[in-house]
Nanobody, 128 residues
């Protein structure tokens, strides 16, 4: 069973920064998964934010966060981070980490990927 535990959510002023982290634990190897971050704002559908491939050398971003957010993975620590800069009030949401098991070494994580596992989420609130 895969467990994903997010942390780092907080209240921050517009223009500020936050770093979210997702801790992965499972019997299967961390390196066999691609990962993504999603978010759900109040009254909205959950939406894709960012994704990273198995090697960590290919990333994808939603247009709304491109240039402000950076996804990364640490294979030694089994963590996936989301660095968020220049935050805006519209970034307010619950942020979720997701994992997709894939035997293909070149697998990527993009907006249309259907993850196998989800975390419980962490709240990010950006005040104006």
């Amino acid at each position: 069973q895969v467990q994903l535990v997010e942390s780092g959510g907080s209240v921050v002023q517009a223009g500020g920064s936050l770093r979210l982290s997702c801790k992965f634990s499972a019997r299967t190897l961390f390196i066999m998964y691609t990962f993504g971050w999603y978010r759900r704002a109040p009254g909205m559908e959950r939406e894709f934010v960012a994704g990273i491939n198995r090697n960590g050398d290919s990333t994808s971003y939603a247009n709304a966060v491109k240039g402000r957010f950076t996804i990364s993975r640490d294979d030694a620590k089994n963590t996936i981070d989301l660095q968020m800069n220049n935050l805006k009030p519209e970034d307010t949401a619950v942020y979720y980490c997701a994992a997709d098991y894939n035997i293909m070494s070149g697998a990527i994580f993009i907006e249309t990927t259907q993850p196998d596992y989800w975390g419980q989420g962490t709240q990010v609130t950006v005040s104006s």
